[in-house]
């Protein structure tokens, strides 16, 4: 079975700074995809970057990066210069060939930006 | 804006009631995915269906079912619905089945309140 651990429920962070959000995994597939996505006090849930298993580099998004440790299973999410509007809650995801590639949610992460 | 639509935005009703959710997936998608995210439960895979047709199943129950139509729009039907079904309903897409490198687009979500 595949699992996804968010140890973080809040942070805070100061406008500007960058902080980091863990997430480990678990899986015995060797074929699999990291996702992270935010929520907004909205609701919706916006992907923000991906990772996957085979890519040998981490992945970039503008601010987003992503710290993929394979050996450590670990894929957190950095975010550079944050804003006020990156208040939000995130979450790390997974999906694995075997199982149909839902995507497997962690718990999430409530992060507030301090001004 | 993800391009994945979903009606209605909120949903109130009472208990035992039966409701109908509406899905549209961004052009090109095939793959249609139903979550429900829930206070206790975070959030959770239902069902995916492919072109049509039913591919996988998670934690569904059996008074809640589903179908995606030839045009690839989704509907996800609950009934006999009790104050625990009471959750923030998502649909999301993706462009094909076997990846897992897929990224899966949400919807706004669907949120269902039973009284």
């Known amino acids: 079975a595949q699992k996804i651990t968010q140890t973080q429920p809040g942070m805070f962070v100061q406008e500007k700074e960058a902080v980091t959000l863990d997430c480990t995994y678990d899986?015995?597939?060797?074929?699999?995809?990291l996702f992270w996505y935010k929520q907004p006090s909205s609701g919706e849930m916006i992907f923000l970057i991906y990772?996957?298993?085979?890519?040998?580099q981490n992945a970039t998004e503008g601010r987003y990066s992503l710290n993929f440790q394979k050996a450590r299973k670990s894929a957190n999410l950095v975010i550079s210069a944050s804003q006020l509007g990156d208040s939000a809650m995130y979450f790390c995801?997974?999906?694995?060939?075997?199982?149909?590639?839902?995507?497997?949610f962690g718990g999430g992460t409530r992060v507030l930006v301090k001004p | 804006d993800s391009g994945v639509t979903q009606t209605p935005k909120h949903l109130i009703t009472a208990t035992g009631q039966r409701v109908t959710l509406r899905c549209s997936p961004r052009?090109?998608?095939?793959?249609v995915y139903w979550y429900q995210q829930s206070l206790d439960q975070g959030l959770q895979f239902l069902i995916q269906?492919?072109?049509?047709?039913?591919?996988a199943k998670g934690n569904i129950l059996e008074r809640f079912s589903a179908q995606q139509f030839p045009d690839l729009h989704s509907e996800l039907n609950l009934s006999s619905l009790e104050l625990g079904d009471s959750a923030l309903y998502f649909c999301?897409?993706?462009?094909?089945?076997?990846?897992?490198?897929?990224?899966?687009?949400f919807g706004p979500g669907t949120r269902l309140t039973v009284l």
């Open positions: 999301a897409s993706s462009v094909s089945l076997g990846s897992p490198t897929d990224t899966q687009y």
């Open positions: 899986t015995s597939d060797p074929s699999y995809g």
């Open positions: 990772q996957g298993s085979y890519d040998q």
């Open positions: 995801a997974m999906s694995v060939r075997d199982a149909g590639n839902k995507l497997t």
């Open positions: 052009s090109g998608d095939l793959s």
């Open positions: 269906y492919y072109n049509g047709e039913e591919r």
